[in-house]
């Protein structure tokens, strides 16, 4: 307060973030600092006591704070008082936190499954890789790409993200794939040829597709069942196995 004041309103109090144990101070220089990692909100404060520390989940760098720091999403602390940012640990590879101030590790949530994160303190769920199409991936919080596995050959899978071998789909009947992590159908299923038939699904070689017996041919490609081959008419016969075309059966002489 000033020379002649009259009034206990007169008096000025030490702002936020400061305190005064001085009785009858009469400079602002008598308000000492809350130290960092301490923060005070309210103004008049009489001893050091009145600085509070800082949360777990807070840090304050400097002096003459009202308000700590929050770690920002992505990280966490569990330190009490703390002086730096560097107490803001980050979620490790696989998790991602979307929470400002996190007090424990709990917080970072894990990747799901069909996903990967390689990089650490990430903030968001959006933020997790999808396995690639014609991948899939069961592991919960992975942190890289190679947990991503190939849909064996005789299958394909056209999306992205999926969790599970059961997500790769076989190849139909009539058709086989040699290839690995295929990721659609029109490119990868291979129709058997002219002449044979295959009731096998998921088939991954050409040897599965079976020859029309002699006596038979076969004019089209894809064919699933032993019934699609058709017979030589009355009066033909034909020895050839695997026949293609009705022009292989011999009339009878």
Do not use: M, R
Request: with cysteine; proline share 3%; aromatic share 4%.
């Amino acid at each position: 307060a000033s020379e002649g004041s009259d009034s206990a309103s007169d008096c000025i109090a030490c702002i936020a973030g400061t305190f005064s144990t001085t009785v009858g101070a009469s400079s602002v220089d008598a308000c000492q600092l809350c130290v960092a990692g301490k923060y005070a909100t309210t103004v008049g404060s009489k001893e050091e006591a009145d600085c509070i520390p800082c949360a777990a989940g807070k840090y304050s760098t400097n002096n003459t704070v009202s308000a700590c720091v929050e770690c920002a999403a992505g990280k966490y602390s569990t330190s009490v008082g703390a002086v730096s940012i560097d107490v803001c640990l980050p979620c490790a590879a696989g998790k991602y936190s979307s929470t400002v101030g996190a007090t424990e590790e709990a917080t970072c949530i894990t990747c799901g499954a069909g996903k990967y994160l390689t990089t650490q303190g990430n903030d968001a769920e959006a933020d997790c890789v999808l396995c690639g199409a014609g991948k899939y991936s069961s592991t919960v919080g992975a942190t890289e790409e190679a947990t991503c596995i190939a849909c064996g050959s005789g299958k394909y899978l056209p999306t992205e993200g999926s969790d599970a071998e059961a997500d790769c789909v076989l190849c139909e009947a009539g058709k086989y794939s040699p290839t690995l992590e295929s990721t659609e159908e029109a490119a990868t299923c291979l129709e058997c040829g002219a002449g044979k038939y295959s009731p096998t699904v998921g088939a991954t070689e050409e040897a599965t597709c079976i020859a029309c017996g002699s006596g038979k041919y076969l004019p089209t490609k894809g064919n699933d069942a032993e019934a699609d081959c058709v017979l030589c008419g009355a009066g033909k016969y034909s020895p050839t196995v695997g026949a293609t075309e009705e022009a292989t059966c011999i009339a009878c002489g």
